[in-house]
Antibody, heavy 122, light 107 residues
Protein backbone atom coordinates (compact mmCIF):
# COMPACT_ATOMS: atom_id res chain seq x y z
CA UNK A 1 0.00 0.00 0.00
CA UNK A 2 1.33 3.41 -1.00
CA UNK A 3 1.72 5.73 1.98
CA UNK A 4 2.83 9.35 2.08
CA UNK A 5 3.31 11.12 5.40
CA UNK A 6 4.15 14.81 5.53
CA UNK A 7 5.69 16.49 8.55
CA UNK A 8 7.32 19.73 9.62
CA UNK A 9 4.53 22.24 9.20
CA UNK A 10 4.54 24.92 11.91
CA UNK A 11 3.86 28.58 12.60
CA UNK A 12 6.76 30.69 11.28
CA UNK A 13 7.37 34.42 11.10
CA UNK A 14 7.48 36.29 7.80
CA UNK A 15 10.95 36.05 6.31
CA UNK A 16 11.62 32.82 8.13
CA UNK A 17 12.65 29.40 6.86
CA UNK A 18 11.22 25.93 7.18
CA UNK A 19 11.82 22.47 5.76
CA UNK A 20 8.93 20.09 5.35
CA UNK A 21 9.31 16.39 4.63
CA UNK A 22 7.32 13.57 3.10
CA UNK A 23 8.19 10.03 4.14
CA UNK A 24 7.00 7.40 1.69
CA UNK A 25 6.52 3.64 1.56
CA UNK A 26 4.83 0.99 -0.53
CA UNK A 27 6.39 1.79 -3.90
CA UNK A 28 9.78 2.08 -5.61
CA UNK A 29 10.42 5.70 -4.66
CA UNK A 30 13.23 6.39 -7.13
CA UNK A 31 11.07 5.35 -10.09
CA UNK A 32 8.50 8.11 -9.64
CA UNK A 33 8.43 11.85 -9.80
CA UNK A 34 7.02 13.67 -6.81
CA UNK A 35 5.09 16.90 -6.41
CA UNK A 36 4.31 19.44 -3.69
CA UNK A 37 0.81 20.89 -4.05
CA UNK A 38 -0.50 23.56 -1.69
CA UNK A 39 -3.94 24.78 -0.75
CA UNK A 40 -4.43 28.12 0.98
CA UNK A 41 -7.35 28.28 3.44
CA UNK A 42 -10.62 28.07 1.54
CA UNK A 43 -8.86 28.17 -1.83
CA UNK A 44 -8.01 25.84 -4.68
CA UNK A 45 -4.98 23.70 -5.48
CA UNK A 46 -1.60 24.98 -6.69
CA UNK A 47 1.34 22.84 -7.78
CA UNK A 48 4.33 24.64 -6.29
CA UNK A 49 7.20 22.28 -7.07
CA UNK A 50 7.98 18.93 -8.65
CA UNK A 51 11.01 16.68 -9.06
CA UNK A 52 11.75 13.80 -11.40
CA UNK A 53 12.45 10.30 -10.12
CA UNK A 54 16.21 10.68 -10.42
CA UNK A 55 16.16 14.20 -9.02
CA UNK A 56 17.83 15.57 -12.13
CA UNK A 57 14.88 17.75 -13.16
CA UNK A 58 12.87 20.14 -11.05
CA UNK A 59 9.98 22.55 -11.51
CA UNK A 60 8.98 25.60 -9.47
CA UNK A 61 5.92 27.81 -9.71
CA UNK A 62 6.76 31.45 -10.33
CA UNK A 63 5.29 32.27 -6.92
CA UNK A 64 8.05 30.33 -5.12
CA UNK A 65 10.95 30.37 -7.57
CA UNK A 66 14.17 31.46 -5.90
CA UNK A 67 12.74 30.91 -2.42
CA UNK A 68 11.81 27.21 -2.31
CA UNK A 69 14.02 24.19 -3.08
CA UNK A 70 12.70 20.70 -3.67
CA UNK A 71 14.91 17.67 -3.11
CA UNK A 72 14.68 13.98 -2.54
CA UNK A 73 16.73 11.29 -0.81
CA UNK A 74 16.04 8.11 -2.71
CA UNK A 75 17.92 6.04 -0.14
CA UNK A 76 15.53 7.26 2.56
CA UNK A 77 12.41 7.31 0.33
CA UNK A 78 11.82 10.87 1.45
CA UNK A 79 10.86 14.10 -0.30
CA UNK A 80 11.71 17.55 1.03
CA UNK A 81 10.74 21.16 0.47
CA UNK A 82 13.06 23.83 1.84
CA UNK A 83 11.15 27.09 2.12
CA UNK A 84 13.05 30.37 2.65
CA UNK A 85 11.86 33.95 2.71
CA UNK A 86 8.38 32.86 3.75
CA UNK A 87 5.50 35.26 3.18
CA UNK A 88 1.97 35.43 4.54
CA UNK A 89 0.68 34.26 1.16
CA UNK A 90 2.62 31.00 1.58
CA UNK A 91 0.21 30.02 4.37
CA UNK A 92 -1.39 26.78 3.23
CA UNK A 93 -1.72 23.07 3.65
CA UNK A 94 1.16 21.49 1.76
CA UNK A 95 0.41 18.12 0.22
CA UNK A 96 3.00 15.66 -1.00
CA UNK A 97 1.77 13.76 -4.07
CA UNK A 98 3.19 10.84 -5.98
CA UNK A 99 3.29 11.23 -9.76
CA UNK A 100 2.16 8.24 -11.82
CA UNK A 101 5.40 8.19 -13.83
CA UNK A 102 9.06 9.09 -13.61
CA UNK A 103 8.56 12.61 -14.96
CA UNK A 104 6.19 15.26 -13.70
CA UNK A 105 4.37 16.04 -16.93
CA UNK A 106 2.19 13.76 -19.04
CA UNK A 107 1.14 12.02 -15.84
CA UNK A 108 -1.26 12.34 -12.92
CA UNK A 109 -1.01 12.63 -9.12
CA UNK A 110 -2.18 9.19 -8.11
CA UNK A 111 -1.51 9.21 -4.37
CA UNK A 112 -1.56 12.06 -1.86
CA UNK A 113 -0.49 12.52 1.72
CA UNK A 114 -2.75 14.01 4.37
CA UNK A 115 -0.97 17.37 4.24
CA UNK A 116 0.98 19.54 6.67
CA UNK A 117 -0.10 23.07 7.63
CA UNK A 118 2.38 25.90 7.21
CA UNK A 119 1.31 29.18 8.77
CA UNK A 120 3.30 32.36 8.13
CA UNK A 121 2.38 35.07 10.59
CA UNK A 122 3.93 37.42 13.10
CA UNK B 1 0.98 29.15 -19.04
CA UNK B 2 -2.15 27.07 -19.68
CA UNK B 3 -5.26 28.30 -17.86
CA UNK B 4 -7.92 25.81 -16.80
CA UNK B 5 -11.49 27.01 -16.38
CA UNK B 6 -14.18 24.90 -14.78
CA UNK B 7 -17.92 25.45 -14.94
CA UNK B 8 -20.00 25.76 -12.98
CA UNK B 9 -18.15 26.90 -9.85
CA UNK B 10 -20.82 25.24 -7.77
CA UNK B 11 -24.00 23.28 -8.27
CA UNK B 12 -26.80 21.85 -6.19
CA UNK B 13 -28.10 18.39 -7.02
CA UNK B 14 -30.11 15.58 -5.52
CA UNK B 15 -29.15 11.98 -4.92
CA UNK B 16 -29.71 10.08 -8.15
CA UNK B 17 -29.19 13.10 -10.42
CA UNK B 18 -26.87 13.04 -13.41
CA UNK B 19 -24.18 15.69 -12.94
CA UNK B 20 -21.79 17.13 -15.51
CA UNK B 21 -18.81 19.40 -14.88
CA UNK B 22 -16.95 21.09 -17.70
CA UNK B 23 -13.26 21.97 -17.87
CA UNK B 24 -11.76 24.09 -20.62
CA UNK B 25 -8.06 24.60 -21.32
CA UNK B 26 -6.72 27.85 -22.79
CA UNK B 27 -4.80 25.83 -25.41
CA UNK B 28 -4.75 22.25 -26.55
CA UNK B 29 -3.62 19.70 -23.97
CA UNK B 30 -4.46 16.64 -26.12
CA UNK B 31 -5.76 14.14 -23.52
CA UNK B 32 -3.48 15.10 -20.60
CA UNK B 33 -6.38 15.93 -18.32
CA UNK B 34 -6.96 14.58 -14.83
CA UNK B 35 -9.91 14.86 -12.46
CA UNK B 36 -9.71 14.87 -8.65
CA UNK B 37 -12.28 14.75 -5.87
CA UNK B 38 -11.70 16.51 -2.56
CA UNK B 39 -13.89 16.17 0.51
CA UNK B 40 -13.71 18.72 3.35
CA UNK B 41 -10.62 18.29 5.50
CA UNK B 42 -9.23 15.57 3.25
CA UNK B 43 -6.56 15.32 0.58
CA UNK B 44 -7.61 15.22 -3.07
CA UNK B 45 -8.16 11.82 -4.65
CA UNK B 46 -7.50 10.94 -8.28
CA UNK B 47 -10.67 9.91 -10.10
CA UNK B 48 -9.83 9.96 -13.80
CA UNK B 49 -6.58 10.34 -15.75
CA UNK B 50 -5.82 10.80 -19.42
CA UNK B 51 -9.25 12.42 -19.82
CA UNK B 52 -11.25 9.20 -19.70
CA UNK B 53 -9.43 6.42 -17.82
CA UNK B 54 -10.96 5.53 -14.47
CA UNK B 55 -8.46 5.22 -11.64
CA UNK B 56 -8.48 1.83 -9.93
CA UNK B 57 -11.16 1.55 -7.26
CA UNK B 58 -13.23 4.50 -8.48
CA UNK B 59 -16.92 3.67 -9.01
CA UNK B 60 -18.09 3.30 -12.59
CA UNK B 61 -20.70 6.05 -12.18
CA UNK B 62 -17.81 8.46 -12.76
CA UNK B 63 -16.73 8.98 -16.34
CA UNK B 64 -14.65 11.47 -18.29
CA UNK B 65 -14.60 12.57 -21.89
CA UNK B 66 -13.05 15.12 -24.19
CA UNK B 67 -9.79 15.99 -25.90
CA UNK B 68 -7.97 19.07 -27.09
CA UNK B 69 -9.39 21.91 -25.02
CA UNK B 70 -12.81 20.77 -23.78
CA UNK B 71 -13.44 18.08 -21.20
CA UNK B 72 -16.37 16.76 -19.18
CA UNK B 73 -16.66 14.88 -15.90
CA UNK B 74 -19.97 13.03 -15.55
CA UNK B 75 -21.46 11.41 -12.48
CA UNK B 76 -24.26 9.24 -13.83
CA UNK B 77 -26.24 8.87 -10.58
CA UNK B 78 -25.11 11.09 -7.72
CA UNK B 79 -24.59 9.29 -4.42
CA UNK B 80 -24.41 10.84 -0.91
CA UNK B 81 -20.65 10.24 -0.76
CA UNK B 82 -20.12 12.22 -3.99
CA UNK B 83 -20.84 15.60 -2.43
CA UNK B 84 -17.41 17.18 -2.65
CA UNK B 85 -15.31 19.61 -4.67
CA UNK B 86 -13.97 18.44 -8.03
CA UNK B 87 -10.85 19.76 -9.73
CA UNK B 88 -9.49 19.26 -13.21
CA UNK B 89 -5.74 19.45 -13.85
CA UNK B 90 -3.74 19.57 -17.05
CA UNK B 91 -0.61 17.46 -17.23
CA UNK B 92 0.48 18.67 -20.69
CA UNK B 93 3.10 21.20 -19.62
CA UNK B 94 4.40 22.98 -16.56
CA UNK B 95 2.92 24.56 -14.57
CA UNK B 96 0.49 21.62 -14.36
CA UNK B 97 -2.36 23.92 -13.48
CA UNK B 98 -5.63 23.09 -11.78
CA UNK B 99 -9.08 24.45 -12.46
CA UNK B 100 -10.63 26.57 -9.74
CA UNK B 101 -12.87 23.73 -8.56
CA UNK B 102 -16.56 22.84 -8.71
CA UNK B 103 -18.38 22.34 -5.42
CA UNK B 104 -21.20 19.81 -5.62
CA UNK B 105 -23.73 20.44 -2.88
CA UNK B 106 -26.90 18.75 -1.72
CA UNK B 107 -30.11 20.26 -3.02
Amino acid sequence: EVQLLESGGVLVQPGGSLRISCATSGFTFSSYAMNWVRQAPGKGLESVSAISGTGANTYYADSVKGRFTISRDNSKHTLYLQMNGLRAEDTAIYYCAKVSGSYYIHNSLDHWGQGTLVTVSS
Amino acid sequence: DIQMTQSPSSLSASVGDRVTITCRASQTITNYLNWYQQKPGKAPKLLIYSASTLQSGVPSRFSGSGSGTDFILTISSLQPEDFATYYCQQGYSTPCSFGQGTKVEIK
